[in-house]
């Protein structure tokens, strides 16, 4: 009897799961009947009926909801096994790959990366963020259909795996992966507050996948794509396709070349010098890297930073860049000229290390420099973001230890007043995007006077950045910033250059001054 019976109930729950209607049938929104149901029963069955009514309503109630949807794979992992190790999603994304192939149907893999629950668990503590991963788990199932299954895979990685069908092609993958990142999406009410996690998706196609092709390439591409959706923006969705596979192969290249470039020495400052407004005098340089490519020739950092980063080498390029701008800074000392600093830029991975205050104190006494000398250039993103921890920690320490810290691209990072108290700074370096047509423009002006404001307020000096007329330089001389750097004034170049630039920006000082004029 009991056999039949569950066979019965599976039946029933499978079909109102097919037809999405299990949350309708059984949820909430079924007490909204009741009162219909015992007036209907009472009217017709009398109170017998009324009774009976009173005890199958609860008892259906129980055993439909409380059933568990008729899949192996969720019963699993509802069982505790949210978690799967890399080796289990391989295994049972090339499971699901192989089902599908046999029934000659299709089926895909698609990732989930939460990305701000690394900050969130490093701010707000471990506990919150595993609520915050239990909660994703439980919607990701919730939209999926109940044949599908969805399991976490790393700390804030998830995964969802689609049972074989027919018309699993790119455009019914893009709406799903659509319709599953705003679900995901939803604001996230937890004890501690309401959490606004972005969602990258990056997913594979069995269809998209070559000929050949075998159950485990399904994940692993699922993955390039998921990488390739991380490196664009927050949010964004990326479909596997062989083209990826073209520009992923680039980037190895890149990466290895890049590498081997360091270690030859191709990697190398280039120097932009910031002038004090009101003496025209030089205040310091900006250290700004170059690749001096065999074949390419002069190469930008925004086209090699990021493979240095991925390369988990942006501590050897510190290191390079330090070097050279100390050992550039002491050959301008020698040629008896006066600059005054060498300002370096140091991304989140090095803020993080904490062993850089006593690599720097170590590098300072090797050339024999004051800290003074040395700038910190720190992204206002960086402490926008974390406030409190290592890098606040470092940050103060280097100032503590003499070194000028810049927080630079101000005024596009949203770092609280509160931030910029925790963290020692000296000066604001406003972002190019304030100082662009301030001659020109109202607005801009205003804007510009109130970033100067606050920074006068705050006690700290400013520096603006991206100055590439005489017009903005007179006018921020005018508005009371104390330095600038730009165009305008100077591009970047190599330390001989800088000596010779810097020896003739002192004659037209000196000239200016005999004529009684104030320096452009
Ligand atoms: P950043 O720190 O904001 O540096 C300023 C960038 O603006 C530099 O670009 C500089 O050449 C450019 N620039 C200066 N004046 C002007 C101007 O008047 N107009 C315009 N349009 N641009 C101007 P660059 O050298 O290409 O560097 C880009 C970014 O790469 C830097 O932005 C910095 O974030 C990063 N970077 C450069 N060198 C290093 C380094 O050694 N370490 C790290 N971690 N990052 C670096
Ligand atoms: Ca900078
Ligand atoms: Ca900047």
Known sequence: MRRPLSQGLLACRTLLARLQLRRWTVGPHMLAFLPALTLGGFWLGGESMLLGLALVIPLAYGLVLGAEPPVAGHAEQRAGQDLVSMAVAQDLAAQGFERARAAQMHTACLLFEAEGLETISRRMGEGVAETLRVLFLARLRELLRPEDSAMRIGDSRFMALIAPGLRLDLEALLALADRLQRGLEEPAATDTGVHY??????????????PGAVGADMLDCAQAALREAMDNAPSAIRAWSEGMRAERRARTVLLSEVEAALAKGQIQPWYQPQLCTSTGEISGVEALVRWMHPQHGIVPPSRFLGALHD??????LTEAVLHHGLSALRGWDEQGLRIPRVSINFSEVELR???????LKWDLDRYGMAASRLGIEVLETVIAESPDGIIARNVT??????????????????????????VTVHRLKIDRSFVTRIDRSEDQRRMLAAVLGLADRLGLETVAEGVESSGEHALLAQLGCDHAQGFGIARPMPAPQLAEWAREHAQRIAAAQKLGRRPA
């Open 353 to 359: 290390n904490p062993r850089l205050v006593d690599r």
């Open 397 to 422: 320490a280097l100032a503590r230890l003499g070194c000028r810290v810049d927080l630079d691209d101000f005024g596009t990072g949203h770092a609280s007043i509160a931030a910029l108290r925790r």
């Open 311 to 316: 390369a988990g080498r942006m501590d050897q």
């Open 197 to 210: 996690l972005s969602v990258a998706v990056g997913f594979c196609g069995s269809a998209r996948l070559r």
